[in-house]
């Protein structure tokens, strides 16, 4: 989670500045950090295949594993878009079906698009992007 994301987050929270720790997302979803981390969960929680995956990560389908082993490219992607999934979550106090629902859905700000379908089709960091727009802009109008 970048600088961006955190503030975001903050702000939305009601919370003014920036903290040293603000940069660990919390997982409201119960995907792990760090060495504790279920890529294979956070795939499974938007229905990713391994297709899906080696095109996200850039990594052959036959390279993606949810073992010890899994590439390093497979590992981080999968954590990022963990971390964006609890943003969304965090929205709906950690409600697992309503953030599962909001990313199955074709949003017409995302021309017509799921959130869902933009991961799989390789638009994550836009979709990144838009959450974070989308939530600072929460915090203008309240």
């Given amino acids: 989670m970048g600088i961006m994301e955190a503030t975001?987050?903050?702000?939305?929270?009601?919370?003014?500045?920036?903290?040293?720790?603000?940069t660990v997302p919390e997982d409201l979803l119960q995907f792990g950090h760090g060495t504790t981390f279920d890529a294979k969960k956070a795939a499974q929680f938007l229905s990713l295949k391994?297709?899906?995956?080696?095109?996200?990560?850039?990594?052959?389908?036959?390279?993606v594993r949810w073992d010890e082993n899994i590439p390093e490219a497979v590992q981080v992607r999968m954590e990022e878009i963990a971390s964006t999934i609890n943003l969304v979550a965090k929205q709906f106090s950690g409600d697992p079906e309503k953030t599962v629902a909001w990313f199955r859905a074709r949003n017409p700000l995302l021309g017509d698009v799921s959130p869902r379908?933009?991961?799989?089709?390789?638009?994550?960091?836009?979709?990144?992007r838009f959450i974070i727009q989308a939530m600072t802009n929460q915090v203008q109008v309240k």
Avoid at 8 to 22: V, Y
Avoid at 117 to 128: A, E, F, H, N, S
Wanted: charged share 30%; proline share 0%.
């Fill in 117 to 128: 379908d933009m991961i799989r089709l390789g638009r994550y960091d836009r979709l990144r």
């Fill in 50 to 63: 391994k297709a899906d995956v080696g095109r996200i990560a850039a990594v052959a389908e036959s390279s």
């Fill in 8 to 22: 975001a987050i903050r702000q939305a929270s009601g919370q003014s500045g920036f903290g040293l720790f603000d």
